[in-house]
């Protein structure tokens, strides 16, 4: 089972920008696909993004608009950049990877955007 390690998160005013990263303890192209979700108090998990090895993106509902996926090999480690980020933006943020039969998941980073 690979290691998923989220970083960046934190306390953001309302229009400012954060790049989230998630380094994987092996090579990210052994995976299917690997996605950004996030989970707001009290709000099912609900999908960002997803991006696979040959980095074709698809994003949930209204996510393009002010997200983007994208991941470095070389560095095994998969990247959100979220720009002009609103008060309904404050979530825990996961990213996850798909190998056959099986589902990874990080441990979070919390993100507050919030005057």
């Known amino acids: 089972q690979v290691q998923l390690v989220e970083s960046g998160g934190g306390l953001v005013q309302p229009g400012g920008s954060l790049r989230l990263s998630c380094a994987a303890s092996r090579s990210i192209d052994d995976f299917y696909a690997m996605g950004w979700y996030r989970q707001a108090p009290g709000k099912q998990r609900e999908k960002i993004a997803r991006?696979?090895?040959?980095?074709?993106?698809t994003y949930g509902d209204s996510m393009k608009e002010r997200f983007t996926i994208s991941r470095d090999s070389a560095k095994n480690t998969l990247y959100l950049q979220m720009n002009a980020l609103r008060p309904e933006d404050t979530a825990v943020y996961y990213c996850?990877?798909?190998?056959?039969?099986?589902?990874?998941w990080g441990q979070g980073t919390q993100v507050t955007v919030s005057s």
């Open positions: 991006i696979t090895p040959g980095g074709r993106a």
């Open positions: 996850n990877a798909d190998e056959a039969r099986l589902t990874s």
